[in-house]
């Protein structure tokens, strides 16, 4: 096999794309950030209902 004459040089260009900050939306859309949102809603308003239970001292056991 036959010396090379030139060394072999591999050049690594930046992409045409541009790049965003923002995250890549889902394929679902907004649809995954709401039910998200209404999952903490709800804990957040659970945790207020037991809150107001220990303040009021009410007990739910029979």
Do not use: C, N
Request: aromatic share 4%; net charge positive.
């Amino acid at each position: 096999m036959r010396q090379q004459t030139k060394p072999f040089i591999v050049e690594r260009k930046p992409s045409r794309k541009s790049k965003s900050d923002a995250p890549k939306l889902s394929i679902w859309g907004r649809l995954d950030a709401d039910i998200a949102q209404g999952l903490q809603d709800q804990r957040d308003e659970d945790q207020r209902v037991m809150d107001h239970a220990a303040a009021t001292g009410s007990d739910d056991r029979a």
